[in-house]
């Protein structure tokens, strides 16, 4: 084990190091390259070992690449045991081992073994370097870093042909020992960085060293433990790190095996990608091109030495430019287009040198020579912007971390193989065949541009991790690079990731294209007369009948569709609401049975008692689409988008109360005039009456239920003020004599119509600062929850919900006992605390980005109620931080306020990045008042314009009311004498 001493710090010091160390490494690799492309023609080297002939002096040249080839292979089954430092600084201890019996040989056999075993350090180090850069570094800057180490490569490269051009006048061993010799020096530095920098923390974590990994984290990023970013960071490594163990530990053989995340097709996409690097033709130009220009194109020895050293230079001009821009340019482009100019390139040369004579006087000899050497100019970098690059990059990208070692030294086992093989047969080739050599390298490149094309994936600012999942998404290899090619356009990560949603969301509507998905209002017909729908007893989409799934596919990703900027007027307001004499109705103290399951549904067929007239058909059309699966964000059978229509079939109630909720949202859309919408609204009250009091006669409870959150959802659509409250006590008395046996894990019909109830209810009292209606006061909420064996995501959410409503109730109801408040917010906030504990890993978000230009995260969850279980966690986090706070002792008042305005940022942050990153219309209305209450509390300008922003997109995008609260918040932050210009908050 290489003891890490404390050299460099932390924070940026610390990368600047790892960067350095990596780049120091990369130079000595690129130094030994180059280095034997101008000894091979020394004199004095060609005495001591007998003028080898084209043939011996192919095997002393690609001995070198054969022990590379070994040294990948040694790292096959070392180098996940040793970790990434020590198999550094145990390659270098190889190579400084061969530099010294390279520049002592004196015999052909003591030469070939000193390249072998300088090759087998090197093999080790190109195999472990790329990895160890790759898990150290940002996602966003990873292309940059990785290939900026080709940069290195070539600046070594050139250092060692402008060595040995400087000691080819020098007499003696000297001019071509000390080149070599030279080697030790770059060794030795990347042994004394080794020391100084950390362990990978992704092969720490794998290894059980959690407390090493989150320190070495913490120190990489200058962070604290408990950083969100950090936080994050460590659950994203330890989630894949469960994936890819979940059924036994992987020996290296399993990597050439199909298993759930394709192991064995990404490492024979590593494999193919460094296959690509080496026959492409480099390494005629890096290791023989002082050979060719002399013997291809006639020049002098010091001509061609000289210029196949400024040839060597051209790759740190082209390798300068993916150092900038390959985080921009993608993989897959530059190896496409890159391919395409190599094989130019290698006809050109072919052609021009197909005029040469063999004593090289003739003019057009001369003239045809003079045209070629342009085009290695070219070649060269074209190669090092492009092949030179990517490969370095992409490789340690597209493998799983159970096989990141394995597989990338596998992968530039490749590179060293093909590049034996290539420099072994390069010699007797350029000899016998002269220009037609080249036709067979032009040949080759050309080749690869289908083969990237339909079968390499775009890895681009995609995290490691996230690169798992693209595979475990993407079915076949062409259908992985289809749903990844866009990644590779110039767009922040934010806009790549949009653009592989929308290509997922083409895959997802295409094999499910029978269920209803939610859409914003924009997508229904402008007004009635566009209108499709006519009327029919089958209501669907376009006078059709929908197949329906029970089951529930969300992916929680937001829309690809440009969404129109509705105008919402002021609606006038509509009294007619559900009062108090809806809690007054005739009840039975016990339940009536739950509404029959229905869950295997196929065929919707609506046919209410009156065939609906051509308004109702659009109206229904688009609550179908549209309006109704807003409701089921904790609804994986999706009741309200699927079984409430069923079951309106039979329920004239029902379905006029979907009629008149769907009719609310279009008449603020100004879709339909106020007069069908108050109509609708009427009737299903009428209906409804009726049934409080003779529901036991054939009305299933249900329906009632579900009947009465539509309605009230109808109203919430309406900024009442206080109003708001008045009609809800007499529903919510409903529900409380009703459900009074209810379950976190009944899914049925009732159960859901509660918790939608209980999650309006909670807005409402977020709005006005009001207690919850419902009577609670079950305490062992949670253990219901974690000592039953149904447990489920949905089950997660529900307790919370519950939490929440119980902690509105203790903070802004009454109660009889200080005591008793401050036991039951202790009791509250131990609980809220343990939820989050207990969570399953499915609550964990699938893509999280902190985008420099973004004033809060963008988060994306697998499933709506993932993201309602987190809105409503980080309110009551914010409530506890207001109303309880924690006070630290030894503060005076500035600092304690400091501190308590710290403890409510960052859950409002989560809460507004939660809330705004979903694209589903739901859960943004779940948390709009939400994030409108605990906005009062944020005082920075910027995050202060996004909430506005975000809550007028709302109001815009669906007709949800949020005009008051954005008044209300203008008027509380410009109380604090702030002040908003029209161009930052537009109304």
């Known amino acids: 084990m290489v003891p890490q001493l404390p050299m460099f710090g932390r924070g940026r010091t610390l990368q600047a190091a790892i960067t350095l160390t990596c780049a120091m490494a990369f130079i000595l690799f690129g130094y030994d390259q180059g280095v034997f492309g101008g000894i091979v023609n020394n004199e004095d080297w060609i005495s001591t070992f007998h003028s080898p002939n084209s043939g011996l002096e192919g095997i002393i040249v690609s001995v070198y690449n054969l022990g590379a080839f070994s040294g990948c292979i040694l790292t096959v089954f070392t180098g996940e045991k040793m970790g990434r430092r020590m198999s550094m600084w145990f390659a270098m201890v190889w190579i400084i081992v061969g530099a010294i019996l390279q ?82 020096v770059f060794a030795l530095a990347v042994i004394f960085f080794v020391l100084g920098i950390p362990e990978s923390p992704r092969w720490l974590y794998y290894h059980d060293r959690y407390d090493e990994a989150r320190k070495v984290l913490c120190d990489v990023w200058n962070a604290e433990l408990g950083d969100p970013g950090i936080t994050t960071q460590e659950r994203d490594i330890l989630q894949v790190i469960d994936l890819e163990k979940d059924h036994r530990e992987y020996t290296w053989t399993r990597i050439f095996k199909k298993d759930e995340v394709q192991t064995r097709r990404r490492v024979l996409l590593a494999w193919g990608m460094q296959f690509m690097n080496q026959v492409c033709g480099i390494n005629l130009i890096v290791y023989f091109m002082p050979s060719a220009l002399q013997d291809n194109v006639g020049l002098s020895h010091n001509m061609s030495q000289l210029l196949a050293g400024v040839i060597n230079c051209m790759f740190l001009v082209g390798a300068a430019i993916p150092s900038f821009l390959l985080d921009r340019m993608g993989r897959r482009g530059p190896m496409i287009y890159g391919s395409a100019g190599l094989g130019i390139c290698m006809l050109f040369v072919a052609i021009l040198l197909s005029f040469q004579s063999p004593d090289h006087s003739h003019s057009l000899t001369h003239a045809t020579a003079s045209a070629s050497i342009a085009f290695f100019f070219a070649y060269m970098i074209i190669y090092s912007a492009t092949a030179a690059v990517v490969p370095w990059a992409y490789v340690p990208e597209i493998l799983p971390l159970h096989a990141r070692a394995k597989g990338t030294a ?76 866009h990644v590779a356009n110039p767009l922040s990560g934010r806009e790549n990731l949009q653009l592989v949603e929308e290509e997922h969301e083409k895959d997802i509507s295409s094999t499910r294209s029978s269920d209803p998905q939610p859409s914003s209002p924009s997508s229904a017909p402008e007004n009635l007369e566009d209108s499709e729908v006519h009327g029919s007893p089958n209501i669907g989409i376009s006078g059709q009948n929908i197949p329906l799934e029970s089951g529930y596919l969300q992916g929680d990703f937001n829309s690809s569709t440009t969404r129109s900027r509705l105008l919402v007027q002021n609606a006038p307001v509509d009294t007619t609401i559900l009062d108090e004499n809806l809690g007054q109705a005739s009840l039975p103290t016990t339940c009536l049975p739950n509404t029959p399951s229905l869950s295997n549904p196929t065929i919707l067929s609506v046919q209410p008692h009156a065939t609906p007239d051509k308004a109702e058909a659009y109206i229904y059309s688009f609550y179908l689409q549209t309006a109704g699966p807003w409701l089921d964000i904790v609804s994986p059978n999706r009741f309200f988008g699927i079984h ?20 609310q949202v279009l008449y603020l859309h100004n879709r339909i005039p106020s007069r069908i919408k108050e109509s609708l609204h009427d009737r299903a009250v009428t209906q409804l009456t009726p049934m409080l009091t003779s529901f036991h006669e054939g009305h299933p409870l249900g329906s009632i239920l579900a009947t009465t959150v539509l309605l009230r959802m109808s109203e919430q659509f309406l900024e009442l003020g206080e109003d708001h409250q008045h009609h809800l006590y007499g529903s919510s008395t409903l529900f409380q004599v009703c459900l ?34 419902f009577e609670l006061g079950r305490s062992n909420i949670l253990q219901d929850l974690f000592k039953n064996s149904k447990m489920t995501d949905e089950a997660y959410t529900n307790a919370i919900t519950y939490l929440l409503a119980e902690i509105c109730t203790v903070f802004w109801g009454q109660t009889d006992s200080a005591v008793d408040i401050t036991s039951k917010m202790k009791s509250l906030e131990g609980a809220i605390y343990k939820w989050r504990d207990h969570l399953p890993a499915s609550f964990q978000p699938w893509y999280i980005e902190f985008g420099e230009n973004d004033t809060f995260p963008d988060v ?97 995008e669906t007709g949800w009311p949020n005009q008051t609260s954005c008044s209300r918040l203008k008027g509380l932050w410009n109380g604090t004498r702030r002040h908003w210009t029209s161009d930052e908050v537009s109304t």
């Open 860 to 956: 994306r969850y697998l499933a709506p109620w993932h993201c309602v279980g987190w809105q409503f966690f980080y309110a009551a986090q914010i409530m506890f931080a207001v109303y309880s706070p924690t006070i630290p002792e030894g503060l005076n008042v500035f600092n304690l306020t400091r501190a308590i305005e710290e403890k409510i940022a960052m859950p409002a942050r989560w809460l507004c990045g939660t809330t705004s990153s979903s694209g589903d219309c739901g859960v943004k209305i779940n948390g709009s008042h939400l994030v409108a209450w605990s906005a009062q509390f944020v005082t920075g300008r910027a995050e202060q314009s996004a909430i506005l922003n975000m809550l007028i997109s709302l109001w815009e």
């Open 740 to 773: 009074d046996e209810w379950s976190l894990f009944d899914d049925s019909l009732s159960s859901t119509s509660f918790w939608a109830y209980l999650r309006g209810s909670i807005r409402v009292s977020f709005m006005l600062e009001r207690p919850s209606p």
């Open 103 to 184: 520049s002592t040989a004196y015999s052909v056999p003591h030469l070939i073994i000193a390249r072998y075993v300088t090759g087998i350090g090197t093999g080790v180090e190109t195999s472990t370097v790329p990895v160890y850069q790759s898990e150290l570094c940002d996602a966003n800057k990873r292309g940059k870093l990785i290939s900026s180490e080709v940069f290195f490569i070539g600046l070594g490269i050139v250092i060692a042909y402008f060595f040995d051009y400087g000691m080819l006048h020098l007499d003696g061993g000297v001019a071509w020992r000390v080149p070599i010799a030279c080697q030790i």
């Open 410 to 485: 596998i992968g530039i086992s490749s590179n060293w193989l093909w590049n034996f093989a290539v420099v072994m047969i390069t010699p007797t080739i350029i000899d016998r065949l002269k220009w037609k050599a080249y036709l067979i390298f032009m040949c080759t490149n050309f080749a690869f541009i289908p083969l990237v094309y339909f079968f390499y994936p775009e890895t681009t600012n995609l995290t490691l991790e996230e690169v798992d999942y693209l595979f475990i998404e993407g079915g076949c290899s062409a259908s992985v690079a289809s749903v990844s090619k």
């Open 644 to 663: 409430v229509p069923q079951i309106a079939a039979n329920e004239p109630a029902l379905f006029s109360a979907c009629l008149a909720y769907a009719s």
